[in-house]
């Protein structure tokens, strides 16, 4: 149909079965609690159409997506029949010790299975630290003339050349590192700008998470770890006219929490004669319903992004959504520039 949007979703794991579930719940249109934005560009959740999924788990490879979509994480809706089966995907990276024997295919099959499909946009959403893996689907992607969306940490749209290639050929290339609408770093970054208005002045602040989601197991290995670290607390840091002492990540993989995710806060600040202002808090959430809201808004701005300067758009889409945009705003400043852009209401 006219002005739908054909959506590709990378990796049914956690945040990739929620969006399924996400789309399906808010398309009839009487659903609106819990969503963030009814109309992004005109366009309404019933216009995001998911045509395409793809995966390397052999658990997942094969079947029904919408059966995997309520068995891969919470089930928060029933979803109907979407008659899309599961394909493999690429796996690029030297192992992959989280799945025994992946199900894999080359870059060029599935830039062929992507293009037949007839997405628009495919959104990213394999596990931290697949690096290579990430780049290969971008690299596809473009062959595919397909926008793509990264949510891993791994440097895709703050990558120039690339980013040069998929605005030569107008496409959007938005990331990196997904920024959920209320997680930690979003939160993190909102107290500082609140207080900084405020007119209190920061000494120190640290946020660390304890998760049970897949990703967060991910997110222990070092690397990884130390990596998402960096891109959190320069985020965070620069929400402030000044430099204050800041530490931000994942500190702990528990299991049983599942999709649930803790953010354990501390800011230590001064007001007026230096009067000392300490805030100490938790905060808890769900990893999948956190990035939904997001996801949903980004792929609707991807395919009405043409209309503007394609580059500039990447840009903005980028700082709204993700942690490690190729240029980074504050996240007061970024919004307001998304608002500008794409009319969200």
Do not use: C
């Not at 099959?109 to 931290?128: D, M, P, R, T, W």
């Not at 500082?192 to 120190?204: L, Q, S, T, W, Y």
């Not at 304890?210 to 967060?216: D, I, L, M």
Request: proline share 3%; net charge positive; aromatic share 8%.
């Amino acid at each position: 149909m006219a002005g739908d949007i054909m959506v590709a979703v990378i990796g049914v794991g956690n945040v990739g079965a929620t969006f399924v579930q996400g789309v399906d719940y808010y398309s009839n249109g009487k659903n609106t609690i819990g969503l963030w934005h009814q109309k992004v560009a005109g366009l309404k959740p019933s216009n995001v159409k998911v045509v395409a999924a793809f995966d390397i788990d052999p658990a997942k490879v094969g079947k029904n997506l919408s059966q995997v979509a309520v068995e891969s994480t919470r089930k928060y809706h029933d979803i109907k029949d979407l008659k899309i089966t599961i394909s493999p995907g690429i796996l690029a990276d030297s192992s992959n010790d989280k799945i025994e024997r992946p199900v894999k295919t080359s870059p060029d099959e599935f830039a062929k299975e992507l293009k037949k499909s007839g997405a628009q946009v495919a959104l990213n959403l394999i596990s931290s630290g697949m690096d290579k893996t990430s780049l290969e689907y971008a690299k596809a992607a473009l062959a595919a003339r397909v926008s793509f969306v990264n949510a891993t940490p791994a440097k895709i749209a703050t990558n120039p050349a690339l980013a040069k290639k998929f605005a030569s050929s107008r496409l959007v290339l938005a990331g990196d590192d997904l920024l959920s609408q209320f997680g930690g770093t979003a939160f993190h970054k909102g107290m500082i700008d609140f207080m900084v208005e405020r007119g209190v002045h920061i000494k120190k602040s640290y946020q660390l998470d304890v998760g049970g989601s897949a990703e967060t197991k991910n997110t222990m290995d070092e690397r990884i770890r130390m990596l998402k670290r960096g891109m959190k607390t320069g985020s965070i840091g620069m929400e402030a006219p000044y430099k204050f002492e800041s530490v931000a990540g994942t500190t702990e993989y528990t299991d049983f929490l599942g999709d649930s995710r803790n953010s354990y806060y501390w800011m230590s600040s001064e007001g007026f004669l230096g009067s000392s202002i300490v805030m100490d808090l938790t905060l808890r959430t769900s990893d999948g319903a956190n990035a939904g809201n997001v996801l949903l808004d980004v792929v609707r701005a991807a395919t009405t992004a043409k209309k503007a300067k394609v580059s500039k758009a990447s840009e903005v889409i980028s700082a709204y959504g993700f942690k490690n945009p190729p240029k980074q705003f504050k996240i007061r400043e970024a919004y307001a520039n998304f608002v500008s852009m794409f009319s969200p209401s």
